[in-house]
Each structure stands twice: as structure tokens, then as C-alpha cells.
């Protein structure tokens, strides 16, 4: 039996290990299993917070601590614990400053119990409960003093997740501005596009790229296996010792040219990196006198 003890795989949620509708393939949830069966590490890399995990967590097989909001903490569910958390520094002038600069986007502190919504919109709280996330709408006066991990928002349009990943050209170059401004203003921090109508906001020093990193080496993986449809997956997909990207990932992805690409996350693309795994391992059982030669974001893994 294949042994993949020394590899931890991580996956984006949205679009990656979801199709597009927010439901997870029936062939992915297999996959993972088989590929825990045979010593695998697995875990889920996402931008959401605890809050807006929490509805999936106990639906998705994972054998290792989830990296959560963009790389900025770990949780485990089961024991309610938060761990390696990237506090951002910005505190009360930060938020300021976002509702100043960018009054047509809606502002948001993603927290480990809830999310504290700032200014008004019935649409995003019902968005909320139909999700089943946890939220206070609160005034700016009232807002945490301490967060890793802020988010602004376009309009919501409906009370899907699907809703921010399409948009106008208009939107697409008002989004990309808002990461610009804030990272000239904030060097300390970093801005990634989510989604088309979503920036996710974090110290520089946090990133999924560092936490799954940091997360093989605690448990002894020698190898980071990683796959991503969108940019705020890029830092983990350029730390990966191999990379996949969905075939339906974000134009930006392919720009990085470090990924091999597999079927649209609607097919089960998951699944089908565990595939190419199985494949690689059983061609090296085949022929061990191979070798393998690990580099970041390279094919060396499958082109033995």
C-alpha cells in the first residue's frame, strides 16, 4: 500500500475543494479519505474565518490543524483552540482608515467567535445566517481593538458565497486599486483579492504560504503538497514542494507559472491531485532506484 506519511496537503476551500455552488465533490471526500488511509496529512487553507468554517468542518476529513484566515492562525475545532497567531497592528486607526478611504466597501473583523460587521447592510446579516456564521453588527466606536484578520466587502447581491466572484470590469479595477492604496499606506500589511468583490486584509508576516509550511515541519512532513484557485492562495502555492491549480483558477494563478493544473473544481480536483500522488508513488515503487528531487513549485515529484 501506498504510504503517504511524509506529505501534508493542503487545499483552498472555495473553488478549490467546493465547486462552484459551495458543495464539496462526493469524489473528493473519497480521495481524502484514501489518501489519510494510506499516512497522509490533510487540511483545509482558507481565507474563512472560524466562524464561517465552523458550519463545514465536521463534513470534511481532516486529519491535521486547519489553517485558517489566510494563514493567520490555526484552529482545532474540537478543542475550541486557536494557535500561532499573526496579530495585525493597526488597531483602532487602521479601521479608521479603511472606512474612510473606501466608504463604498463594507468593513468587517473576522474574530474567533463572531464576525463584527461595521455599517449597515440587512443583506450582509442575512447573508450571515443563511450561512450559518456567527455575527454582531456593531458601530466603529465599539470594534475590537485587536484582530489578525480584516475583510472588505463589495455589495451583496444575494446569500451565496458565488455572488463575489464575478463582477464588472469597473468593480475588477476598483478592488485591485483598494489592495494597492492599502499596502502604499500600510507596508505592513498585506491586501489579497479572495474573490473579485472580496479583499482580505493581514500582517505581511502572516500567509498561508508560511503557515503550511510551518505546519509540515511540526508534524514532520518532509514534503508540502498545496492547491489553490485564487491569490490569496499564491504565497502557499510558490512555498509548495508541488503545486496544483483547479483548470477554472483565477487568470493571476497561471501568471505564477509554478503549478501543474487539473480538472475545474467541479469535477473534483482534489481528487484528482490525490490521483497523480498515488500515480507518482506507485511509479517509484516500480522503479526505487529512481530518485526524487524536491523543488519548490516544480513537476520533480511526478517526473521521476
Known amino acids: 500500500m501506498t504510504d503517504f506519511s511524509d506529505i501534508l496537503l493542503v487545499s483552498d476551500f472555495d473553488r478549490t475543494l467546493t465547486a462552484p455552488?459551495?458543495?464539496?465533490?462526493?469524489?473528493?471526500?473519497?480521495?481524502?479519505?484514501?489518501?489519510?488511509?494510506?499516512?497522509?496529512h490533510f487540511t483545509v487553507g482558507t481565507g474563512r474565518s472560524a466562524p464561517m468554517f465552523r458550519p463545514y468542518w465536521q463534513s470534511i476529513p481532516t486529519n491535521a490543524p486547519l489553517i485558517l484566515y489566510n494563514g493567520a492562525a490555526l484552529y482545532d475545532y474540537e478543542?475550541?483552540?486557536?494557535?500561532?497567531?499573526?496579530?495585525?497592528?493597526?488597531?483602532?486607526?487602521?479601521?479608521?482608515?479603511?472606512?474612510?478611504?473606501?466608504?463604498?466597501?463594507?468593513?468587517?473583523?473576522?474574530?474567533?467567535?463572531?464576525?463584527?460587521?461595521?455599517?449597515?447592510?440587512p443583506l450582509r446579516e442575512a447573508f450571515y445566517r443563511a450561512q450559518g456564521v456567527a455575527y454582531r453588527s456593531i458601530p466603529l466606536s465599539l470594534a475590537p481593538e485587536r484582530y489578525h484578520k480584516l475583510a472588505l466587502f463589495g455589495s451583496f447581491r444575494s446569500l451565496d458565497v458565488g455572488q463575489f466572484f464575478s463582477g464588472t470590469p469597473e468593480e475588477d479595477a476598483r478592488f485591485s486599486e483598494c489592495c494597492r492604496r492599502i499596502m502604499q499606506d500600510w507596508p505592513e500589511l498585506r491586501a489579497d483579492r479572495a474573490a473579485m468583490r472580496i479583499?482580505?486584509?493581514?500582517?505581511?508576516?502572516?500567509?498561508?504560504?508560511?503557515a503550511a509550511r510551518a505546519l509540515a515541519e511540526r508534524l514532520g512532513c518532509g514534503t508540502l503538497v498545496c492547491v489553490g484557485d485564487a491569490?490569496?492562495?499564491?504565497?502557499?502555492?510558490?512555498?509548495?514542494?508541488?503545486?496544483f491549480a483547479p483548470g477554472d483558477c483565477a487568470p493571476a494563478i497561471r501568471e505564477l507559472g509554478c503549478c501543474r493544473y487539473v480538472c475545474p473544481c467541479g469535477e473534483g480536483a482534489v481528487a484528482e491531485v490525490i490521483e497523480a500522488l498515488e500515480g507518482s508513488a506507485q511509479a517509484v515503487a516500480a522503479d526505487s532506484g529512481r530518485k526524487t528531487v524536491r523543488s519548490p513549485c516544480s513537476d520533480s515529484l511526478l517526473n521521476l
Open 79 to 121: 478543542l475550541r483552540e486557536l494557535s500561532g497567531a499573526v496579530w495585525m497592528s493597526g488597531g483602532r486607526e487602521l479601521l479608521h482608515y479603511l472606512n474612510r478611504n473606501f466608504p463604498d466597501l463594507l468593513l468587517e473583523i473576522q474574530g474567533e467567535e463572531a464576525h463584527y460587521l461595521i455599517g449597515d447592510s
Open 231 to 243: 491569490m490569496n492562495d499564491a504565497s502557499m502555492l510558490l512555498e509548495a514542494d508541488l503545486a
Open 199 to 210: 479583499v482580505d486584509l493581514q500582517d505581511r508576516r502572516a500567509g498561508k504560504g508560511a
Open 21 to 40: 455552488d459551495s458543495t464539496v465533490p462526493g469524489k473528493n471526500l473519497k480521495a481524502i479519505r484514501r489518501f489519510m488511509e494510506r499516512g497522509g
